[in-house]
């Protein structure tokens, strides 16, 4: 019944504006759009130059009375900052959208596009865009303004340390700290013996990263306080503050004999225990039951013990033969296999070790691998001496050696990078010193080549100026460990593409 029901069809009207006469579609002005913007202006009385203060030091803006916010150019902050600054303006009309108009970065001038809406004559709406130009004036901060007087006026440092002969561990905590910004507010980071020290202008910011520290890896921490002046008219105090923040020894990849006491507490684990992680807890692994067993930061501190050996004293074995005598577990998202290995160090031939190792899923006849000599170490450790008629195996395989494949790439560069924290270097160490330190750093970039597990909450990016030849990528084919290419980030900068926009470019 419907089908045949005479349906009107619907037309709409058009009328003839008051002032120019053209057809147009009814509103409740009658007139046409170019008329009604011609009759009425609604950025009349908006501001279209405003006066921003910028601190060039630390590359942050004022917002009144007395907050400074740090933001980047053509960034969201800096876009929100600049619309905060015409809260009142706004208030007359409704905001549409903002964006940016490129301008020099030298300039000064920061450009601001926005597209309002007002109603006007008799209700009808009209929509219009007009561009607000901002002027830097460059006026320091008060931290910035401190730190220029005297750039040792700081009133909180933290002093961690870490007692061990290497730097790999402060390695990755600057990337860590890199990652998530904690050391945004340090005015000054210095390298020390067997740590870092770093500087805030405020008290507040230093325990905060001594929080991100106590989060990232297993520390223990005191402060304390010192006195610098006091105004006995109003009663005012002030101190600098020192935090000391000592980080466990005990590394990825060391040998560990464990306390009876702990090693009770962990369902008899051990005693011999290799550490494959440390976060804010320890992971211990025995190698010969593929057990593994989580210390968290208060036990540890309550027995305090030390490694029996530590990365700096692998030794380089010849894999003979390698016989599994279990299948493939995964434990903690890592797989092991047992199994049966003959193997000999690379300097002795002339004594073979029959051992087993949990490293059997990677290891194949040929193969080299790195692990610590028991045979022929000289270990001196009373919680090792506790264990009465402990028989102690002639090696411990700890990874897979690619020492010999990495010869051949030494010196060419990577497709990757790291970035760094802007550290004052002690130069009054000499040559051998600085050549220590690019050795370690050089094996720490290994280790992130070799372990996924190690670089999965780091930031690594690509590097631009690596430039992969046919030749390399022929003679490169092993099975060396690299960084594949979806892990890496883009670092990006701001370039000018021919059009006059702004790109994001590696």
């Not at 004022?62 to 905060?84: G, R």
């Not at 910035?144 to 905590?173: E, I």
């Not at 600098?240 to 040998?255: G, M």
């Not at 700890?398 to 790439?409: A, C, D, L, T, V």
Request: contains cysteine.
């Amino acid at each position: 019944m419907a089908a045949n029901m005479f349906v009107v069809p619907q037309t709409v009207g058009t009328v003839l504006c008051c002032k120019c006469g053209i057809s147009m579609a009814p509103n409740p002005a009658n007139m046409c759009v170019t008329c009604l913007r011609s009759e009425v202006d609604i950025t009349e009385g908006l501001r279209k130059h405003v006066t921003i203060m910028h601190c060039p030091e630390c590359d942050s803006y004022l917002q009144p009375p007395k907050t400074w916010i740090k933001a980047q150019l053509e960034s969201k902050e800096l876009l929100t900052f600049c619309v905060k600054r015409l809260e009142n303006d706004l208030k007359k009309v409704r905001l549409l959208n903002a964006e940016f108009i490129w301008t020099e970065p030298h300039s000064k001038r920061i450009k601001v596009r926005l597209k309002v809406q007002k109603e006007v004559l008799n209700g009808a709406i009209l929509e219009q865009s007009y561009v607000v130009e901002y002027v830097q004036q460059d006026h320091m901060c008060e931290s910035c303004t401190r730190f220029q007087a005297n750039p040792d006026q700081w009133v909180a440092s933290v002093q961690l340390r870490q007692r061990v002969s290497h730097r790999r561990t402060f390695f990755y905590l600057e990337q860590l700290i890199l990652k998530h910004d904690a050391a945004v507010h340090a005015i000054k980071i210095k390298q020390m013996d067997q740590g870092i020290d770093f500087f805030f202008a405020n008290r507040s910011h230093a325990v905060k990263f001594v929080e991100f520290l106590g989060k990232v890896s297993p520390t223990k921490s005191r402060h304390d306080k010192q006195l610098v002046s006091h105004d006995p008219k109003n009663n005012s105090y002030n101190y600098k503050y020192t935090f000391s923040v000592e980080i466990s020894p005990i590394c990825r990849e060391d040998l560990i004999c464990l306390p009876t006491r702990v090693a009770a507490s962990l369902g008899n684990l051990g005693p011999l225990v290799i550490c494959t992680k440390v976060t804010n807890n320890i992971t211990l692994l025995d190698p010969f039951t593929l057990r593994q067993c989580f210390l968290d930061t208060d036990r540890y501190w309550r027995h305090s013990f030390k490694s029996l050996l530590g990365s700096r004293q692998l030794v380089e074995y010849d894999v003979f033969n390698v016989e599994s005598v279990s299948p493939e577990f995964n434990v903690g998202g890592s797989k092991y296999v047992l199994a049966d290995v003959e193997v000999a160090r690379i300097t002795d031939y002339g004594k073979l070790f029959y051992i087993r190792t949990h490293l059997g899923h990677i290891l194949k006849p040929g193969d080299r691998a790195l692990g610590y000599d028991l045979y022929g170490a000289n270990s001196n450790d009373i919680e090792l001496d506790k264990y009465k008629g402990l028989v102690l195996p002639e090696a411990i395989l700890i990874k897979k050696s690619y020492e010999e494949k990495h010869q051949k790439k030494r010196g060419k560069p990577r497709s990757w990078k790291l970035k760094s924290l802007d550290i004052e270097l002690d130069d009054s160490k000499g040559r051998a010193h600085e050549e220590k330190m690019n050795s370690e750093y050089e094996e720490f970039l290994r280790d992130l080549e070799e372990n996924p597990e190690l670089r999965f909450n780091l930031s690594l990016y690509r590097n631009k100026d690596y430039q992969p030849s046919e030749m390399a990528s022929v003679s490169d084919g092993d099975d060396v460990p690299s960084v594949p290419l979806e892990e890496l980030l883009a670092d990006l900068e701001l370039s000018e593409q021919e059009d006059g926009e702004v790109s994001m470019r590696e």
